[in-house]
């Protein structure tokens, strides 16, 4: 039987509907591709991207030259623009700000890697700490910027054009719905609870334990309990902490070992499926900490959104994360 | 140059980046299979469906047999059922309902038509109709139920598992998200301006023309200023009204030629793409009036969605709706 199920964060439901399962159509796991051909993103390769903006080097090598860990280099096809002058204008029901911005690609390893499998997690703590430094970096040198946006895109079917493990941070001048949002529901439990409801979340997941994907001191990943996908994964800080930006080198590496560790049971249990990380932190111009709780949420593309989800916002999900979590905590040690 | 854009209703940006069109990747049109094979839907196979729930018959013609023009069925797999008895849970952080409700498929041609163009818009009027009518039955039927979404899953990559043009009918005990933040929307703007957003829409855009689809009496089809992917198309009902499932015979009728145009121009011009259609309607416990106005909204699934997009709700969409409109203007009469 199916269940609607409630995010009190967002104030959105889900169907939760595990007989639709047996539809054929919903499981055609979308793989990743094997190899791609000619890869811009392989060492040796870095005069096919625009110069580098950062990056972690071996003592002695020169920027754009091999002898790099992780790379940082502006998007060849980018969303948004530094150069761009500052203007907003507002026409009755029309307003609109000219496409300011920062958008580059954090390149992860300089070896082909399609999967965190074939990178450690040492390597993916170092892309982390390039990810906070050019969060900072956007924040700082450029006052018209509200809001940084850290996101992965992993497979064709979650909008990855190179298979080569990268994430990508698009700075805008405004801040997202989905994260005023959040703060609005922050806010509205903190009013009836005098408490965080991502605290309350962490602490109540920790203590259930149905939906725990797994653990670190600092970290719970959680199979969000209203989840929109199938193996939908949220990582939640188990202390409260309004920005990612913030954190220091010991916490992004927990957070490293426990992404490491759900990125790689996803990618072993459901077998390479497209997926997205996407980082959710408070806008550079919120005041009180009080107000976000910073989280990534990680979620794999197996399944299509159809009309009904498009139209609503209501999303049907064929596997109760109760049952995602205990496949993602089976496999792999 | 890229543009962030804002939707007044939902209070929600859209980046409009045409230069992003340049990537090979942003338009690989997922069209829709040419033949099914066997099809459930067809005239005569009317035992591989669920006994019928509505028909417009030909006179003298049984329930599940041949002889039918527009015929409703439930949902093979139905994400809510209605047999389920109420219920519902709140513990703490967790709040669940069960999965009653309605769930049904309305067959839209006893023909194998995988499009629009394949049908008349005669058709088209019956098939509304028979909309409208199962969903006063579904607020008639179960007090339980708050709304009914009716949408249209056209192609595998906008969630349809058969090509049969055909729509479906979600009824729910909960109001989503999507119409919940239009109604404030709506109230935020009359209280502000006295007036309906919707209404001032419909009189803007057809003043300015340039983002106009399609248009009749009754109807304008715009390429909303704030579109979140290529092509989107929104008809609007130029007079104002809350509810579909009020409007007269004779408005679903002119509703029906409009639809028949653009639906038929994106079919032409885009060489079938998956699309989905959604209408949006007041639920059923609103009140006041004043505070909704139904409209259809038409996304092509040309675009996959990304980390960014699912991450922050901000779409990067590579078509201005200028642009999109004038191609659909410019085909077929």
Known sequence: MSEFRLDIVSDRWVIV????????TDFPVEKRRARDGFCPFCEGNEDKT??????????????????????????RFPAV?????????????FR??????IHEVIIETPR?????????????????????????????????????????NAGAAAGASLGHMHSQLIASPVVPHA???????????????????????????GRIGDRVVAESNLFLAVAPYASRFPF??????????ARFEEEDDETLGDLAQVMYTVL????????????????????????????????????????GVAGYEWGTGVHINPVPPESAAEALRGEKS
Chains 1, 2 share one sequence.
């Open 50 to 75: 625009p110069p580098e903006l950062f990056a972690f080097r071996e003592p002695g090598t020169e920027p754009d030259m091999p002898g790099w860990r992780v790379r940082v280099v502006p998007n």
């Open 112 to 152: 082909h890697a399609l999967s965190t499998n074939e990178m450690d997690a040492a390597g993916l703590a170092e892309a982390l700490l390039a990810c906070r430094l050019r969060m900072a970096a956007a924040a700082a040198n450029d006052r018209r910027l509200a809001y940084a946006a850290l996101f992965k």
């Open 264 to 303: 790689g049971r996803l990618d072993t249990v459901l077998g390479l499926p497209a997926y997205n990380t996407v980082l959710h932190t408070a806008p550079f111009a919120m005041r009180d900490p009080d107000d976000y709780h910073w989280h990534i949420e990680i979620i794999p593309r197996m399944t």
């Open 96 to 101: 609109s700000i000219a496409g300011a911005g």
């Open 17 to 24: 509907a595990p007989e639709r399962a047996a539809r054929p």
């Open 232 to 241: 939908e994964t949220w990582i939640l800080p188990r202390r409260h902490a």
């Open 179 to 205: 994260v005023l949002t959040e703060i609005e529901g922050v806010r509205r439990y903190r009013a009836e609870e005098d408490m965080c409801v991502f605290c309350k979340t962490a602490e109540e997941e």
């Open 81 to 93: 623009r530094p150069d761009v002058p500052a203007a907003s204008r507002e026409e009755g029901l």
